[in-house]
């Protein structure tokens, strides 16, 4: 049955399908410029405090944690709000046979 979601999820589908298509052209163009930097300066001094400076790919992967954990916890409070809300939307909704119904929030 098509419900309200099913266009919603195609555009999701798009906008994460363009977002793919960005990959290869952003990654020539930081190779492109690394190039030029490097036949510019071959010898690149260290910063200073280098050593506590995290490389691109620590922050990347911080980051991603964080923003996983995130989401992971405000679905978390989102499923347990729609369960307690289960008796009132399933009647709505005409969804009394459904396995959530008078399901007790966590």
């Known amino acids: 049955m098509d ?51 995290p490389t691109p790919l620590e922050v990347i992967d911080n980051q991603t944690k964080f923003a996983t954990k995130v989401v992971n916890t405000t679905k978390s409070i989102a499923v347990a709000a729609a369960k307690a809300a289960a008796p009132v939307t399933d009647q709505l909704l005409d969804r009394t046979g459904s396995p959530v119904s008078g399901v007790k929030a966590a």
């Open 3 to 53: 419900t309200l979601l099913d266009p919603i999820t195609d555009v999701q589908d798009r906008v994460v399908d363009g977002l793919k298509s960005t990959k290869q052209p952003v990654v020539d163009a930081v190779e492109s410029v690394t190039k030029l930097v490097l036949d510019r300066v071959p010898q690149l001094p260290a910063v200073p405090f280098a050593g506590v400076f």
